[in-house]
């Protein structure tokens, strides 16, 4: 496999087997992935790997956090409060085709609420990748993390897994601080889970688009 074709193979999966995968590679992936371009060779993340009894321990406790109704107070705003369009009409448009493949109608509040708590379940993948970085780390250090994690994507499609980045960790912080013992001097940025993809899953039918290039390519000269 080349680097367009793991581009083109790489997408958000919502559905995995729970067949386990090999710690040895899942801490390999990890360290493949730090070759990603830092500004400075900062190298901002942290990366917490978590699997077996540890992931089944924490899916129980975010089942309970999501049946009582807990909630927290977010690591930081994951979409701008004032997202205006074309932003936001993309971000619906894609909640929107979800549902349909998952054939849960708009009106049915408490079907969308359970496929969302799936979220907190991984989506049934065995293991996860956690990524905290300094709290002083700015926009710029934010990016590197991106260039990380999309390395450890890739790398995951070239090794036969699939993944599903999970901004929503960040909705719990206190809950993700202590079980990852993570030092008051950092913050929680993702959650992703990894695994092998379930190809029977509705939602893993879902191909997003992208948009045109008249609306984001310029070329000068």
């Not at 801490?27 to 730090?34: N, P, R, W």
């Not at 309970?64 to 701008?80: F, H, N, R, V």
């Not at 991984?122 to 934010?142: E, H, I, K, L």
């Not at 699939?162 to 809950?175: G, S």
Request: charged share 25%; glycine share 6%.
């Amino acid at each position: 496999m080349d680097v367009t074709e793991a581009i083109a193979a790489r997408r958000s999966v919502r559905g995995f087997l729970d067949t386990p995968v090999d710690p040895n590679l899942l801490h390999d992936l990890a360290i493949k992935a730090s070759r990603a371009a830092t500004g400075g060779n900062l190298q901002p993340w942290h990366i917490a790997i978590v699997q077996g009894e540890p992931m089944t321990r924490l899916k129980a406790t975010m089942a309970e956090k999501l049946a009582t109704g807990a909630t927290e107070q977010p690591a930081y705003d994951i979409y701008p409060k004032d997202l205006t369009a074309p932003y936001r009409d993309r971000r619906f448009a894609v909640g929107e085709a979800m549902y349909a493949e998952l054939g849960i109608p708009r009106d049915d509040k408490a079907a969308r609420r359970d496929w969302f708590a799936r979220n907190f379940a991984f989506f049934g993948a065995p293991a996860a990748y956690f990524c905290t970085v300094d709290r002083r780390m700015g926009p710029p250090q934010w990016s590197d993390l991106g260039m990380y994690l999309q390395n450890l994507m890739l790398l995951a499609v070239e090794a036969g897994l699939a993944t599903c980045p999970q901004e929503c960790w960040a909705m719990y912080p206190d809950t993700l601080g202590p079980f990852l013992a993570i030092p008051e001097d950092q913050m929680l940025f993702c959650g992703m889970a990894i695994g092998y993809e379930d190809k029977d899953a509705p939602a893993n039918r879902l191909r997003t688009e992208r948009a045109d290039t008249s609306e984001w390519l310029t070329t000068i000269g």
